[in-house]
C-alpha cells in the first residue's frame, strides 16, 4: 500500500528549523557560561569556569557567542529577504488568531492529554475540537514568543556589540545587557 505524503514545508524551511533550533541551545549556553556572577547564574559557578576552560577563556567564549549570534541572526534576515513571501506566510499564520476558537482548542486539548478524553464533558465540553490551520494553537503561541523573543535577542546583541565600536553613550548598552540576560534566561528554542 502506498502511503500519500502531505507536503508541510520546504527543505530550506526545515533546515532553518534545525538550525535556529541548534543556535538558540549554544547560545544559550555560552551566553550562561559568560555571567561570573553566581549570584546571577543559574546554573551556578561551576559551569562558566567550564565553558571558559573549554574555549580557552572568556575572550574566546564572548567572540564565539557573538559570531554565532551574528551568524544565526544574519541568517534569517538572508531567509527573510530570499523568501519574503515564505516567511510573510509563516508570520502571517502563527500571528492569525481567533481568541474564541483557539483558546477553546487550547483549553480542550489540555482536559484531553491531562485528564483524558473523557473529561471534556465533567466540564459541559464536547469532544470535538474547534478547527486549525497550519499550526494549532500552542504552535502558534510558541511560535510567536520565539520570534518576538529572537528580535529582542537580536537587537540587544547588535546594540551590545557594535556599543564596543561606535557607541558613544551607554544607557542603550545598560539596557540592551540587561534584557538580552532577562531574556535569555527565560527562553527556550
Known sequence: MSEKMIHR????SIFMHWFNAFCWIALLLSGLGLIQNEQLNPLGAGFPAMMRALFGGGANLLLVHQYLGMTWAGAFLLYALLKPRDTWTFLKEVFSVSPGRDLLWLVKMNLKMTMGPGSLGRFGLTPDMPPQG???????LFAQASVIGGIVIAVTGAIMFLSTMVMDSVDPVA???TIHY???STASP
Open 9 to 12: 514545508h520546504t527543505r530550506l
Open 134 to 140: 497550519f499550526y494549532n494553537f500552542g504552535q502558534k
Open 175 to 177: 539596557w540592551s545587557r
Open 182 to 184: 532577562l531574556h535569555q
